[in-house]
C-alpha cells in the first residue's frame, strides 16, 4: 500500500473528488481550504428561514458522483438524498410565450408546437445531441484526454469529423431547430459552462443529452447536502481538512514543488501536490511564475461571471417552476454584449430558481425564496465596474422579471443578498470572478481546458473547473477521479 502525502489546495468539488479517490488508492491526503467551509462554489445561505443554493442549483449526472462511494463500497444514496425535476426549465419569452422543457419526448412534443416547432425537429436534434455525447464521452470525458495529441490518439483522425467541428454550438443548433423559441432554450444549455453559443464549438451541444438522457436532479434539503455527505465519506476514508488555512506559496526545488506555505507562516512538506485553485491564480500567486509562463495559458480565458442574487419573498409565484428562464428578446446580441463586448447586457437573459416548488423546507410556508443568476462578463482589472455600476444592472434585471410576469417582485422582498463578480472573485480567488472555470470559445482553445498535469513541475497537478473536462460539478468531480487516476500512473513510473 502506498502511503504518500498529498497536499490538496482547495475544497471546491474538484478537490473533494481527488482528495476522496487518492484516499482511496492509499495516498495520505489533506486538503487546505482558505474558507471556513468546504465546497468551494457549491455553497449555501441560510437567513429568516429561508435557504438558498448561493452556487449551483442543477445537479445532473449523478453517477459521476456515485463512483466516489461506490469505491468505498457504500452506496451514494445513504449520504446524499436526490431527486429528478419535472419540468426541467420553464422558458418565459418576451412575446408573452412560455414553453417547458421535459424529458418525456410526448411532453416535448406539445411544448414544441406550441411556438411551431414540429416535433421531428426536436427528436432529429436531440439524436445529434446524443450522438456527439456518446462521442466526447469515450474519450474526453471518461480517459480524460488533455490536448489534441491525446485526442488524435484515441479517436484517430478519421472521427474528427464527427465532432461537427466547422459549426459553432449556434450552428448545430440552428441547422435541427427552426423557429427562435427552440433555438433560444438549446443554444442556452451553454449556460453549463458560462459561455456563448455563438463561440463554442458545435460538440457543445452534447449537454442536452446530459440532461434529456440522464435527468435534472434536486439534492433534498439544498444542493450544498453534496457537500455534507462528502464530507462525511473524507471522514470515514480519514481525509484531513484544515478550514481556515489559505495557501500563499507552494515551495520547489529541482523542478519539483517540495510543499505549501499556509498564512499562519507554517510550512508543509508534501510529495505530490493538487491545486484546486485555478491554474492561471496558482501559477501567478503561489509559484509567481514568470510572463512567459502565464502568456501561454492567456488562451484559457475565464468563462463569465454572474450576479448572484437571492432574494427572500412574502408571497409565491404560482406561474414559476422550479427552474426558469427568461430570455432576452435578442439573445444573440445578450451572447455578443456578454462576451464580446464585456458589458453588461441591457436586456439579459436570466436564470431564476425556486427551489420551493420542488422542497418546501427552504422557505417559509406561502413564501418562494428565488435565486436569480444573469451571465455577464468577468472583471476587466484594467477598467472594473463599480458595486454601482452592478447595482444599476440588477434593477434592470428586476424590473425585466416584473415586466414578464413577476408583478410587484421589488414590493414583496424581505430579504436580499447580492454577489458581484468581485465578491465571488473574493470568496473563491476565481481568475477574475469566472463562476465555471475556463470560457468554451472555438478559435480560443476549442473548449480544452488546461492539463491536469503541470507541465513545469512533474508532481504538481490541477483540478477543478479550469482543467479538463472543465467547468460544472459533474465535470470537476469526474475530473478529481481522472486526476487521480493521472497521479496514480505517473507515481508508478
Ligand atoms: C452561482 C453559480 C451557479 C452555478 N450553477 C451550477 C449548476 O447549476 N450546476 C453545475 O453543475 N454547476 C454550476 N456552477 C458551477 C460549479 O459550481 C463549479 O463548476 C464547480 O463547483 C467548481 O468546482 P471546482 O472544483 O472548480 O472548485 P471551486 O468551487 O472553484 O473551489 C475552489 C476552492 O479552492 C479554495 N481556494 C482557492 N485558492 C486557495 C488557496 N490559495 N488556499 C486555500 N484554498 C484556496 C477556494 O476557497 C474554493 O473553496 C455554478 C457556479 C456558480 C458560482
Known amino acids: 500500500m502506498r502511503c504518500k502525502s498529498v497536499i490538496v489546495i482547495g475544497s471546491g468539488l474538484g478537490g473533494l473528488s481527488a482528495a476522496i479517490s487518492l484516499a482511496q488508492a492509499g495516498y495520505e491526503v489533506t486538503i487546505h481550504e482558505k474558507n471556513p467551509q468546504i465546497g468551494g ?3 449555501v445561505l441560510k437567513e429568516h428561514g429561508y435557504t438558498f443554493d448561493l452556487g449551483p ?3 445532473t449526472l449523478p453517477h459521476i458522483f456515485e463512483r466516489l462511494f461506490e469505491r468505498s463500497g457504500r452506496k451514494m444514496s445513504d449520504y446524499i438524498k436526490i431527486r429528478a425535476v419535472r419540468p426541467h426549465w420553464r422558458n418565459f419569452f418576451e412575446d408573452g410565450k412560455v414553453v417547458d422543457l421535459d424529458p418525456d419526448p410526448e411532453r416535448m412534443a406539445a411544448e414544441a408546437r406550441k411556438v411551431g416547432e414540429d416535433p421531428a425537429n426536436v427528436r432529429r436534434f436531440l439524436k445529434y445531441s446524443a450522438d456527439l455525447y456518446d462521442l466526447v464521452n469515450a474519450g474526453y470525458f471518461e480517459q480524460g484526454l488533455d490536448d489534441a495529441a491525446a485526442f488524435r490518439q484515441f479517436y484517430g483522425l478519421r472521427n474528427f469529423l464527427k465532432f461537427d467541428l466547422f459549426r459553432t454550438m449556434h450552428g448545430g443548433v440552428k441547422r435541427h431547430l427552426k ?3 427552440m433555438q433560444d432554450i438549446f443554444d442556452y444549455f451553454i449556460k453549463y459552462v458560462g459561455s456563448s453559443a455563438y463561440q463554442a ?3 457543445m451541444n452534447c449537454m442536452a443529452t446530459i440532461q434529456c438522457r440522464y435527468d435534472l436532479w434536486y439534492v433534498d434539503g439544498g ?3 453534496i457537500a455534507l455527505g462528502l464530507q462525511r465519506l473524507m471522514d470515514e476514508l480519514g481525509v484531513k481538512v484544515c478550514l481556515n488555512s489559505e495557501v500563499v506559496e507552494v515551495s520547489q526545488e529541482n523542478g519539483f514543488v517540495t510543499g505549501v506555505v499556509t498564512r499562519d507562516g507554517t510550512r508543509h512538506p508534501a510529495a505530490i501536490i493538487v491545486s484546486n485553485m485555478e491554474v492561471i491564480p496558482a501559477y501567478e500567486k503561489l509559484l509567481h511564475e514568470d510572463d512567459e509562463l502565464l502568456n501561454s495559458l492567456e488562451k484559457f480565458e475565464p ?3 454572474g450576479l448572484v442574487l437571492e432574494l427572500g419573498l412574502d408571497r409565491k409565484y404560482p406561474q414559476l417552476a422550479h427552474h426558469n428562464f427568461f430570455f432576452s428578446a435578442n439573445q444573440r446580441e445578450h451572447f455578443h454584449t456578454v462576451f464580446r463586448k464585456r458589458q453588461l447586457p441591457p436586456d439579459p437573459t436570466i436564470y431564476l430558481v425556486a427551489a420551493s416548488k420542488t422542497d418546501p423546507t427552504v422557505a417559509p410556508a406561502g413564501c418562494d425564496g428565488l435565486k436569480i443568476l444573469p451571465h455577464i462578463p468577468y472583471i476587466d482589472d484594467d477598467n472594473p465596474l463599480t458595486r454601482e455600476d ?10 425585466k422579471l416584473e415586466r414578464m410576469g413577476l408583478t410587484n417582485l421589488r414590493q414583496h422582498v424581505v430579504f436580499e443578498h447580492c454577489w458581484t463578480p468581485h465578491d465571488i472573485r473574493e470568496q473563491y480567488y476565481s481568475n477574475k470572478g469566472s463562476i465555471y472555470g475556463v470560457v468554451c470559445d472555438r478559435f480560443k482553445n476549442l473548449a480544452f481546458k488546461a492539463p491536469k498535469q503541470s507541465t513545469k513541475y512533474p508532481n504538481l497537478f490541477f483540478v477543478g473547473g479550469s482543467v479538463n473536462p472543465g467547468g460544472g460539478m459533474p465535470m ?4 478529481g477521479q481522472n486526476v487521480a487516476q493521472c497521479i496514480i500512473t505517473w507515481d508508478r513510473r
Open 41 to 43: 462554489k457549491l455553497n
Open 57 to 59: 442549483s442543477i445537479l
Open 179 to 181: 423557429t427562435r423559441h
Open 201 to 203: 464549438p458545435a460538440f
Open 223 to 225: 444542493l450544498y447536502n
Open 303 to 305: 468563462a463569465c461571471s
Open 390 to 399: 452592478y447595482m444599476a444592472f440588477k434593477e434592470r434585471v428586476l424590473i
Open 476 to 479: 470537476v468531480v469526474l475530473c
